[in-house]
């Protein structure tokens, strides 16, 4: 989830499953690496690693979530096209899950981790 301007108030509401994030000043330049990481499976498996408690009532730590590990953008044409997308977000819904796989299976295979047929499949 991208939340833009219309959140400033801090009257948005967000389920559990949700990390806030906010863009540090002057380093709005690394969003489009941000989302890339987050929308990956590398991401996914290391929050579902790190998170404690039950099936839809998990959490995890500021500390945790600081330790992970997020692929980074290779490629200026696919940056260009998250500088895009992101724009776009803003207004509207988004799923960047399929551009970060193939990017990642050409650029950096080890962080390409395949998909699970179910995020509640337990290790």
């Known amino acids: 989830m991208i939340a833009g301007d219309e959140a400033a108030d801090g009257r948005l509401v967000v389920t559990t499953g949700c990390t806030h994030f906010e863009v540090i000043p002057g380093k709005e330049d690394l969003l489009p690496d941000l989302v890339f990481g987050l929308s990956s499976e590398a991401f996914r498996v290391q929050m579902r690693a790190l998170t404690t408690g039950s099936d839809g009532l998990s959490s995890i730590s500021t500390d945790d979530i600081a330790t992970i590990i ?49 995020h509640v499949v337990q290790v």
């Open 70 to 118: 997020l692929p980074k953008i290779k490629s200026k044409d696919i940056r260009d096209q998250f500088v895009e997308r992101i724009a776009e977000s803003k207004a509207g819904h988004l799923v960047l899950g399929r551009v970060v796989r193939d990017e990642l299976a050409k650029t950096t295979p080890a962080a390409n981790v395949p998909p699970r047929s179910s």
